[in-house]
């Protein structure tokens, strides 16, 4: 996605241990025109490898949930997303998965309630950043607890030289970026 | 805004405390084409209320981001979500103001990056919930703080047994809110 790679080269920056400023399009701020593009682009990357009939978006609080709206709102099925704190509105029955946050430097346990997750959807998931693939595994797991059947994941930003695609491939679906990024002398090159 | 109010007729319940479980459309569970609606009508009622040129959709993570990213759609401006725990990647130059969660009983600080908010900005808040308003509130000071214009305030749903509304007169911004709610013998009663 060309408009995203451009973002990327004129606006990010590494800040460090492979860690990716995004907040001027992503993790903080979101462009509306850029992520509507997102979401357009993640659902003809799935119709091309054949996913046309996914019932769910499913992805994690906080930075997956603007980008998975947008495919969401293409594709016309609901978006849930993973809860990392357990609200009191939240129901007892969920499925749960332990993932790590970068950002935060620490364990995460996701949540989702059994009550929007069932064996009979077909799931497609969607984050923002594809880098150890703690957190798409850690939903994968979510969704073969819940007996639904996982289409294909979907990530805005693939860090190339953290080895998540690898990690990805005992899933067996297919797995559509926006953008890798690699890093070459601690700068950040981003490509197709 | 009819399909919102016949929504939370269906499917919202009080669990106690005045406090509403809408899991399956705002807070866990968003539903596209009606998040998508509520937009348009922030968007309709703002402009019919002489707002039309704010640059900036302000709201707090989690559950306003969808809702808020809607509007901005509609008005092609950037939203900015207010973080409740400091990322590494974020700025130490931001602005914060403290609020209270609810459903998660706890005191919480909300940031906003000096980066995208400055004393140019004409800003319009976008919340989940109009309760006690002690969220809109934070936003607001940070508004303030940061020199922005505060424009208007818009939230999804207004419990008006909790008297938000008379909190936000000191603001002197137009509020607008989609649905208001009220608790007739522990029973949600919904209308516009």
Redesign the interface.
């Known amino acids: 996605m060309q408009s995203l790679i451009d973002k990327i080269r004129s606006e990010a920056s590494h800040?460090g241990d492979g860690?990716?400023?995004?907040?001027?399009f992503i993790?903080?701020?979101?462009?509306?025109?850029l992520?509507?593009e997102m979401g357009a682009v993640f659902a003809g990357k799935f119709r091309a490898r054949g996913i046309g009939n996914a019932s769910l978006v499913l992805t994690a609080?906080?930075s997956g949930?603007?980008s998975a709206?947008a495919t969401?709102?293409v594709l016309?099925?609901?978006?849930?997303?993973a809860?990392k704190?357990k609200?009191?509105?939240?129901?007892e029955n969920c499925y749960q998965a332990e993932t790590f946050s970068p950002?935060?430097?620490e364990l995460v346990t996701l949540r989702?309630?059994s009550?929007?997750l069932s064996g009979r959807d077909r799931v497609i998931i969607i984050d923002d950043f594809l880098a150890s693939a703690k957190t798409v595994l850690a939903l994968a797991e979510i969704v073969r607890l819940s007996g639904a059947c996982l289409l294909g994941v979907g990530c805005v930003i693939e860090k190339v030289f953290a080895g998540g695609r690898e990690k990805l491939s005992a899933l067996q679906v297919p797995v559509v970026t926006l953008a890798k990024i690699d890093l070459v002398d601690g700068n950040i090159r981003a490509f197709r």
């Not at 993790?27 to 025109?33: A, G, K, Y």
């Not at 609200?87 to 129901?91: A, E, F, G, K, Q």
């Open positions: 800040i860690i990716l400023k995004v907040d001027g993790n903080h701020q979101i462009l509306p025109e992520t509507t609080e906080v949930i603007a709206l969401a709102q016309g099925i609901p978006l849930v997303f809860r704190r609200p009191v509105t939240m129901s950002t935060k430097n989702v309630s009550e929007f």
